[in-house]
């Protein structure tokens, strides 16, 4: 398994080839039992944020799991020790999770 300073850098990559935005890294080592980074980024459409949860995918070496690609407003990628949230911008700003993140 690479260095998890490595695949953070692999994932922020991924999302930046496939134009997403807004990218923000949060490290929760210490203030969570359950992982220690959460990835937060906008895409710009529907279509956009699949593609970027693709590209996400191509470089984890392992996932958990996957939720919501179906409505693709939100898409949470559980690679155990990182998770992506790829959102819609409607939808980042209704759920205001780095809000939620800046405040632990």
Do not use: H
């Amino acid at each position: 398994m690479l260095d998890i300073e490595i695949r953070i850098k692999n994932i922020v990559d991924a999302i930046e080839s496939k134009k997403g935005e807004d990218i923000k890294v949060y490290s929760v080592i210490n203030k969570t039992p359950f992982y220690d980074y959460s990835i937060i980024c906008t895409g710009s459409s529907k279509r956009n944020v699949d593609a970027i949860v693709d590209a996400v995918k191509d470089t984890m070496d392992s996932i958990n799991s996957i939720e919501g690609q179906a409505d693709s407003d939100w898409v949470l990628i559980d690679g155990k020790d990182i998770l992506v949230n790829v959102f819609t911008k409607d939808a980042r700003d209704y759920y205001e999770l780095d809000k939620f993140y800046g405040e632990i």
